[in-house]
């Protein structure tokens, strides 16, 4: 069964460092997402990315943030100076239509 | 703005017991989409059952089933026959079916199932 996937599993990274967190949507898929979850909290809506554009941001996705489908196939979030408060998990996921979507396994960011 | 609430923050159940978790949500859409996800210790975010607002019936996938009132809005999760396995924190998660639309989610209630 396809499947979205996340690369690496976990990142430990130093405060003012940059990121990248990359994803791997399911193949055939249009919609793209990054969602994110704090530990011991709800999972929040980052981005959502369309025909290779930004479709809506949450107010958490600053300048700090981007994101980018650099190949056809890879979709990747940059942090570009990471804070504390950035420390969470990040879930990628895709959707062919707007009824479903699909989450890769995530990746946890640790900003120490 | 649409919210997703769970009041439950956390629900006990025994082995081969029935539990139900509630959601209420809040909107002024007409077409919709509501899910559960499952959230293991693994953290991974795995879809239980989801159910258009279109669609009268509600959703059942093998031991989970839906309540799904649209009048007051509200979309429980059953699960029958409860197993160790579906000790989890579950969420309910809302998506509007119009323009570039992200996931709304609850709170999440923590499941714990008991032998």
């Known amino acids: 069964e396809p499947e979205v996937t996340q690369t690496p599993s976990h990142q430990v990274t130093q405060m003012g460092q940059e990121v990248i967190l990359r994803c791997v949507p399911i193949s055939n898929h249009l919609y793209f997402y990054w969602y994110r979850q704090i530990l011991g909290q709800k999972v929040e809506f980052l981005v959502s990315?369309?025909?290779?554009?930004?479709?809506?941001k949450s107010e958490i996705f600053d300048d700090q943030f981007s994101v980018e489908r650099p190949d056809g196939s890879n979709f990747t979030l940059k942090i570009r100076s990471t804070k504390l408060e950035d420390s969470a998990m990040y879930f990628c996921?895709?959707?062919?239509?707007?009824?479903?979507?699909?989450f890769g396994s995530g990746t946890q960011l640790s900003v120490l | 703005a649409q919210t997703v609430t769970q009041s439950q923050p956390e629900m006990s159940v025994q082995e081969a017991e029935t539990v139900t978790l509630s959601c209420t949500y809040d909107?002024?859409?007409?077409?919709?989409?509501l899910f559960w996800y499952k959230q293991p210790p693994s953290r991974q975010m795995i879809l239980v059952i989801r159910q258009e607002a279109y669609k009268q019936q509600n959703a059942t996938e093998n031991r989970f089933s839906v309540n799904f009132q649209k009048a007051a809005k509200s979309f429980s999760l059953k699960i029958s026959d409860s197993q160790l396995g579906d000790t989890a924190m579950y969420f309910c998660?809302?998506?509007?079916?119009?323009?570039?639309?992200?996931?709304?989610f609850g709170t999440g209630t923590r499941l714990l199932v008991s032998p």
């Open positions: 998660a809302f998506h509007p079916n119009t323009g570039f639309q992200k996931l709304v």
């Open positions: 909107t002024s859409e007409s077409n919709y989409y």
């Open positions: 990315f369309y025909n290779n554009e930004i479709s809506e």
């Open positions: 996921a895709s959707s062919l239509d707007r009824g479903q979507l699909f």
